[in-house]
């Protein structure tokens, strides 16, 4: 055995290249080679580019070298001269290339609920999917390694046409990296700990890539050398690439073993729905409205977050330094020491959050001329259901039942889904809760890899419900054997007309009666319809005949009335939540479950808004179903002002002819008649 010591004198440090090329000079060698740091802290394989990263040795570590077996010497020999050539790699080519904009960048965006975070990014790549385990047969596991090692030949070869092409478009100091990926891919520690993890655990192969390379980037997300920690990005890279040749469709996010701020083009609520939520301190998207689930839910579960970034995601790297604003909607990227220091400032200072209102009020809150109105509570997520008592809330509005497929083309079987609505009834109380039956597109389901080209105007809702009975009938089944645990109702999203409540409600009594047949224990439950497309709202009388009450859902019934995507980002100034037209449909709606004798509850984001809760109640509305935390303040606000002063303020919002009107109506009468209610922060912009 011989040994040496040396420093790392490179100026940026035994970096991804520089361990490229000790590892194509240790690999010529038999004996065995050794790094050790001189700390203590790691100690590493000279032959493997993934172990030698994992060392994070910046200039000016002391590294011992130790190499084993016949050829140690000349090994030795050559590996301490590629140190003190420091890895043959101009300093100043060095520097040109690598240093990466590190300055401060500051992004607006659009805050959708409180808080400032100061942390580090975690990148969740863009159209990734989730990876699940499969245990796979004892006989069936030399097939699985087979599948893996062809994943990685293929992922080979496109790597080395794409450095080819980087080479040739970009020059070969641009193409060095992907010389990176290439060694990752063949690295030891990579492929032989899949392979031993597809056999010792009988695992599928996605699952084992992407446990042994969330390992990986664990370890790198650690590193306390700001480049080296970006190699991380550059596994995470390789990974997905292995994914995706394995899956076709590529996996979704490391594991979240720390605190992390996410940053993603779009987050799909499903993804949320199943990351380590105690790690994730706040989010930062491309896409995103105000009413696109992401911010739904980032609001119900108190999480900082700024939406509608644009072109965020593609400047960051994991482990960035980021400061999120939610209240300013700003993202700061690599803050300056004095940009930090007044953020530190204000993290410091208690932001005041909504959860930290008092809430010693329960049930319906009465106005001051005396008209009761409901406060009910949405829900998503099953760890939100204690939010029903929390804050005071008349039982559960609307229950977003899709959120419990977290796994996207996988639905939960009947029994899983049954125990859910079981708990959701038990937290609901006698006020009960009102299920909506999945409404999802076309990326759940049988038809998973089959893209519509305009979703939301697609197989959504109620169509996908219609078109994949058996899922329809499952959760029919589901709820009405919970009912009988509980106050439970259904309702249908998205009904077009009175043919889509129709075809439910025929599966619905199909199924009722199996139940009976069957002698399996069930109630019956109420059935109603989600208004929010302009079909149904003008045909609202039709439809109010055949249901037992209406749901509101003013975040889509803007959506399709004004023809304004809500997640886009770029049509964002068209959302107009006070349009006349929307103004009109509600009220349309109103008027229709009045005549026909059925409640109507509001549950889109509007009545989670007090201005607009209050404007709700002008237009006749006595029921509201809203983000969980924010029924103390809308119950504050109610409670203080009278309907009839509503009223008059919603006629004369429904008398003018533009957004711009309606929103200068409520600034000027709300600042007249409540000034202490409503300071202009309150209101329209
Ligand atoms: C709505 O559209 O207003 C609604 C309540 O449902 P979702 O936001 O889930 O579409
Ligand atoms: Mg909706």
């Not at 101009?90 to 960048?105: C, G, N, V, W």
């Not at 596991?141 to 080819?164: G, H, W």
């Not at 409540?501 to 199909?510: G, H, L, N, T, Y």
């Not at 809203?626 to 409670?639: D, F, G, K």
Request: charged share 25%; aromatic share 6%; glycine share 6%.
């Amino acid at each position: 055995m011989a040994e040496r010591r040396i420093q790392v004198t490179s100026r940026l440090g035994l970096h991804a290249r520089a361990a490229a090329n000790l590892v194509r000079v240790a690999s010529q060698f038999q004996s065995s080679l050794t790094i050790r740091r001189l700390d203590g802290n790691a100690q590493a394989d000279a032959k493997s580019i993934l172990s030698i990263l994992t060392l994070a040795a910046s200039r000016g570590t002391d590294l011992t070298i130790i190499a084993s077996g016949s050829d140690e010497e000349e090994a030795l020999n050559a590996v301490v001269d590629l140190f003190s050539r420091n890895f043959d790699e101009p300093e100043k080519a060095d520097s040109e290339q690598f240093s990466r904009a590190t300055m401060e960048l500051r992004c607006k965006g659009l805050g959708v609920s409180q808080g400032i975070v100061i942390g580090r990014v975690l990148r969740l790549q863009e159209g990734a999917r989730n990876v699940y385990r499969a245990e796979i047969a004892e006989a069936d596991l030399e097939r699985e390694r087979r599948r893996f090692r062809a994943a990685v030949r293929l992922s080979r070869r496109q790597l080395e046409a794409i450095k080819d092409r980087a080479e040739k478009e970009l020059g070969r100091g641009h193409a060095y990296i992907f010389d990176a990926h290439l060694l990752f891919l063949q690295d030891a520690k990579l492929t032989r700990d899949v392979e031993d993890y597809i056999v010792k655990e009988r695992s599928n192969a996605e699952w084992a890539a992407k446990v042994v390379g969330d390992r990986l980037l664990s370890i790198y997300t650690q590193i306390n050398d700001e480049y080296l920690r970006e190699r991380g990005s550059d596994i995470e890279d390789v990974i997905q690439r292995l994914l995706s040749n394995l899956t076709g469709e590529g996996p979704k996010y490391p594991n979240l073993s720390e605190d992390a701020v996410i940053v993603s083009t779009e987050l799909l609520p499903s993804t949320i729905a199943e990351l380590n939520l105690n790690h994730v301190k706040a989010i930062a998207t491309d896409a995103g409205g105000w009413t696109s689930h992401m911010a739904i839910i980032a609001r119900g579960l108190g999480l900082t977050a700024v939406v509608g970034l644009r072109n965020f995601y593609h400047r960051t790297r994991t482990g960035d330094q980021v400061i999120v604003d939610a209240r300013a909607g700003d993202v700061i990227l690599h803050p300056a020491t004095e940009t930090l220091e007044q953020y530190r400032f204000a993290v410091h200072e208690p932001v005041p959050t909504v959860r930290e209102v008092s809430v010693e009020e329960f049930g319906p809150v009465v106005t001051r001329d005396g008209v009761q109105i409901s406060l009910r509570a949405n829900v998503e997520l099953p760890t939100e259901f204690h939010a029903v008592r929390d804050f005071g809330a008349c039982g559960v509005g609307l229950f977003r039942s899709e959120f419990l497929l977290s796994r996207p083309g996988l639905i939960g079987s009947e029994t899983e889904q049954y125990e859910a609505y079981k708990l959701l009834a038990e937290a609901a109380g006698d006020y009960g809760a009102i299920v909506r039956l999945f409404d999802v597109g076309g990326e759940f389901g049988p038809d998973l890899k089959e893209r519509e080209r305009n979703p939301a105007l697609g197989l959504r809702a109620v169509r996908f419900n219609l078109h994949n009975k058996q899922i329809m009938r499952t959760q029919v089944r589901a709820i009405l054997r919970a009912a009988a645990a509980g106050n439970l109702s259904l309702v249908i999203p998205m009904v077009a007309d009175v043919a889509d409540v129709r075809m439910s409600r025929q599966v619905i009594a199909e199924e009722v009666e199996r139940l009976t047949s069957g002698n399996t224990t069930f109630a019956e439950v109420q059935v109603g319809a989600m208004i929010e497309v302009p079909s149904a709202v003008l045909t609202a009388e039709k439809i109010a005949r055949e249901v037992d009450f209406f749901e509101l859902g003013t975040n889509d019934l803007v959506q399709y009335t004004l023809a304004v995507d809500r997640g886009n980002d770029k049509v964002a100034e068209w959302f107009r939540t006070l349009h006349p037209a929307v103004l009109y449909g509600i009220s349309r709606t109103l008027q229709a479950a009045k005549d026909a004798q059925i409640p109507l509850i509001v549950c889109g984001e509007m009545a989670s808004t007090p201005a607009y809760a209050v404007l709700l109640g002008g237009l006749g509305t006595t029921d509201l179903s809203m983000t969980p935390a924010m029924i103390p303040r809308v119950r504050n606000v109610l409670s203080q002002v009278t309907i009839a002063e509503a009223r008059d303020v919603a006629l004369k919002c429904l008398a003018v002819a533009t957004a711009d009107e309606v929103e200068e109506i409520v600034r000027i009468e709300f600042k007249a008649r409540w000034p202490e209610l409503f300071p202009p922060s309150a209101l329209p912009k």
